[in-house]
């Protein structure tokens, strides 16, 4: 399973950007979709995670109300919608797959069992 994420660039605060993670193979559909974050210095962070079937989604709250994560099977892809971004918001984001149902501990990293190379999303001030 290969994981690619695209989409982030610079932005000025208050901007937005939409990134997107294509996952290869047909099993898509079966994995619970997260997307993390990782500063310089910090350790990775959880920012949202979407159901198989793309309902119930879930966010930090520092991105909440701001960030909106969505999925579209058919196309092997999910979404994270970044909205009202501020500098703070920068960083190096990753998209995860989970191959097992959804639990209480899909915001840990070591929830995920596939990982994309991470693009960079940088705001300025």
């Known amino acids: 399973v290969q994981l690619q994420a695209s989409g982030g660039g610079l932005v000025q605060a208050g901007g937005s950007l939409r990134l997107s993670c294509v996952v290869s193979?047909?099993?898509?559909?079966?994995?619970?979709m997260g997307w993390f974050r990782q500063a310089p210095g910090k350790e990775r962070e959880f920012v949202g995670v979407i159901s198989r079937s793309g309902g119930r989604p879930n966010y930090a709250d520092s991105v909440k109300g701001r960030f909106t994560i969505s999925r579209d099977n058919a196309k092997n892809t999910v979404y994270l919608q970044m909205n009202s971004l501020k500098p703070e918001d920068t960083a190096l984001y990753y998209c995860?797959?989970?191959?097992?149902?959804?639990?209480?501990?899909?915001?840990?990293?070591?929830?995920?069992?596939?990982w994309g190379q991470g693009t960079q999303v940088t705001v300025s001030s």
């Open positions: 193979g047909r099993t898509f559909s079966s994995y619970t």
């Open positions: 995860a797959a989970r191959r097992h149902p959804w639990s209480d501990y899909v915001s840990r990293t070591s929830s995920y069992d596939y």
